[in-house]
């Protein structure tokens, strides 16, 4: 008979203290096998929402709901690194960076998700290349990353499976948004990927979960804090998501701006900007980079040269995807049969986007899903979307809408014009990166 009970555990949370070590072990592998009530699990997940949990109780839980399940194991030729977004609109970076760390010489396992709310998914996101499977099972991840350099795949259900009941039970008792749940919710699933090193890029603005600084910085230092305390070399950055990152918005649509980065070598865009950031700060906490200027140079070297596509067309040919999608992407991806621009009705300087309602947008064109069992559209969304501090004319777009049906592009043409506000004075747009924690 065990020395822990559920109670017991739930008991010391509503307390204000947090349970030892083993008993929070205790706890996720019940989460994982079942041990555990969908009641039990209720209360703790509010508890912890409530009261919280110690620096060190945080670190307790994220590596018990990581070792619920399998942790992967690497014997490759250079350091595995990670990273992970906190969620925005236009966030291709992941189909950027994966490929360039791998020209670089790094390992990119990464496991990813589908999209959430306003936000889009990077899973989602390489589904709308034909053929490509994203669920992998362990022997082909492996191959895959130890071929291309790198795979992006979803969880298998033996990847923290304690985290994976936890979620689900806190959706529907409105638990999702504790500090200490997101810390070990996010961690749990990317250290079980077995990695050396990761880097955070924690969204801020309009198009974020996180709206403040306040906010944004906190959930950095409790990432940066706690994965770091578990073993794996991590920092955050903290950038701008006060309007879409890409031009675009959809799934097939946001691959192609991440083919015209990989191929054309935009490095003005700041899609490339903030994928060289990100990729320079992981190159160098790994000691393939002097610093982190010296990393983003060489992640934008291998943008501009090509080698950065070629690693990305080595992976989607091994995951399923055309063997020569990087050479004729444009043919290969789907397009809708409604594109339609939306006018603005005045000129101006385009002073304010809603980032939340232009993904909100995407979502009800069918790129993306209200409930869990939608079937997701990839060729919906939108395209040529104005940046803040852009100056229109009268009858310019703002946006233009790829839609399935005219009846759907009606509907997104008032909401993306809602989404815009266009004013007579001048506007300096906000810097692309607000802050480094480590």
């Given at each position: 008979?065990?020395?822990?009970?559920?109670?017991?555990?739930?008991?010391?949370?509503?307390?204000?203290?947090?349970?030892?070590?083993?008993?929070?072990?205790?706890?996720?592998?019940?989460?994982?096998?079942?041990?555990?009530s969908?009641?039990?699990?209720?209360?703790?997940?509010?508890?912890?929402?409530?009261?919280g949990?110690?620096?060190?109780?945080?670190?307790a839980?994220?590596?018990?709901?990581?070792?619920?399940?399998?942790?992967?194991?690497?014997?490759?030729?250079?350091?595995?690194?990670?990273?992970h977004?906190?969620g925005?609109?236009?966030?291709?970076?992941?189909?950027?960076?994966?490929?360039?760390?791998?020209?670089?010489g790094?390992?990119?396992?990464?496991?990813?998700?589908?999209?959430?709310?306003?936000?889009?998914?990077t899973?989602?996101?390489?589904?709308?290349?034909?053929?490509?499977?994203?669920?992998?099972?362990?022997?082909?991840f492996?191959?895959?990353?130890?071929?291309?350099?790198?795979?992006?795949v979803?969880?298998?259900?033996?990847?923290?499976?304690?985290?994976?009941?936890?979620?689900?039970?806190?959706?529907?008792?409105?638990?999702?948004?504790?500090?200490?749940?997101?810390?070990?919710?996010?961690?749990?699933?990317?250290?079980?990927?077995?990695?050396?090193?990761?880097?955070?890029?924690v969204?801020?603005?309009?198009?974020?979960?996180?709206?403040?600084?306040?906010?944004?910085?906190?959930?950095?230092?409790?990432?940066?804090?706690?994965?770091?305390?578990?073993?794996?070399?991590?920092?955050?950055?903290i950038?701008?998501?006060?309007?879409?990152?890409?031009?675009?918005?959809?799934?097939?649509?946001?691959?192609?701006e991440?083919?015209?980065?990989?191929?054309?070598?935009?490095?003005?865009?700041?899609?490339?900007?903030i994928?060289?950031?990100?990729?320079?700060?992981?190159?160098?906490?790994?000691?393939?980079a002097?610093?982190?200027?010296?990393?983003?140079?060489?992640?934008?070297?291998?943008?501009?040269?090509?080698?950065?596509?070629?690693?990305?067309?080595?992976?989607?040919?091994?995951?399923?995807?055309?063997?020569?999608?990087?050479?004729?992407?444009?043919?290969?991806?789907?397009?809708?049969?409604?594109?339609?621009?939306?006018?603005?009705?005045?000129?101006?300087?385009?002073?304010?986007?809603?980032?939340?309602?232009?993904?909100?947008?995407?979502?009800?064109?069918?790129?993306?899903?209200?409930?869990?069992?939608?079937?997701?559209?990839?060729?919906?969304?939108?395209?040529?979307?104005?940046?803040?501090?852009?100056?229109?004319?009268?009858?310019?777009?703002?946006?233009?809408?790829?839609?399935?049906?005219?009846?759907?592009?009606?509907?997104?043409?008032?909401?993306?014009?809602?989404?815009?506000?266009?004013?007579?004075?001048?506007?300096?747009?906000?810097?692309?990166?607000?802050?480094?924690?480590?």
């Amino acid at each position: 008979m065990s020395d822990f009970s559920a109670r017991d555990i739930i008991a010391t949370l509503r307390a204000g203290d947090t349970p030892p070590r083993d008993a929070l072990a205790w706890f996720a592998q019940g989460l994982a096998d079942g041990a555990v009530s969908d009641a039990q699990a209720g209360a703790f997940a509010m508890a912890v929402c409530l009261n919280g949990l110690s620096d060190a109780g945080r670190v307790a839980l994220t590596l018990a709901m990581r070792d619920s399940g399998q942790v992967l194991g690497w014997d490759l030729d250079g350091p595995v690194l990670d990273k992970h977004s906190t969620g925005g609109v236009g966030d291709c970076v992941s189909l950027v960076l994966a490929p360039a760390l791998a020209a670089c010489g790094a390992f990119v396992p990464m496991i990813s998700g589908r999209g959430l709310g306003h936000t889009g998914g990077t899973l989602d996101k390489l589904e709308a290349i034909p053929g490509v499977n994203v669920n992998l099972d362990a022997a082909q991840f492996h191959d895959v990353v130890a071929g291309a350099g790198c795979a992006i795949v979803g969880a298998t259900g033996d990847i923290a499976p304690a985290d994976k009941r936890l979620y689900a039970i806190r959706d529907v008792t409105a638990t999702v948004e504790s500090l200490d749940l997101i810390t070990a919710s996010i961690l749990s699933k990317k250290l079980a990927g077995g990695l050396e090193g990761l880097v955070l890029d924690v969204k801020v603005g309009s198009g974020a979960f996180m709206k403040d600084m306040t906010a944004a910085r906190a959930l950095a230092e409790a990432l940066t804090q706690t994965a770091n305390a578990a073993g794996c070399r991590t920092s955050a950055l903290i950038t701008d998501m006060n309007q879409p990152l890409a031009p675009s918005l959809g799934n097939a649509l946001e691959v192609s701006e991440v083919m015209a980065v990989l191929t054309a070598g935009e490095a003005d865009a700041p899609l490339s900007q903030i994928s060289a950031a990100l990729g320079g700060v992981l190159l160098a906490d790994a000691g393939l980079a002097a610093d982190a200027e010296a990393g983003a140079a060489r992640i934008a070297d291998m943008i501009r040269s090509g080698h950065a596509a070629e690693r990305f067309g080595k992976m989607i040919a091994a995951m399923g995807g055309p063997v020569h999608f990087v050479e004729n992407h444009a043919r290969f991806l789907p397009e809708a049969t409604v594109i339609r621009e939306v006018a603005t009705p005045r000129a101006g300087v385009v002073r304010a986007i809603n980032g939340e309602a232009l993904g909100r947008v995407v979502v009800s064109l069918g790129g993306g899903r209200a409930v869990e069992s939608d079937v997701v559209d990839p060729a919906v969304g939108l395209s040529r979307v104005l940046r803040l501090g852009d100056t229109v004319a009268k009858g310019q777009p703002l946006a233009v809408i790829h839609a399935a049906r005219p009846d759907q592009a009606d509907r997104a043409e008032a909401a993306v014009r809602a989404a815009f506000t266009v004013g007579d004075r001048a506007l300096k747009a906000p810097a692309l990166i607000h802050a480094r924690v480590s």
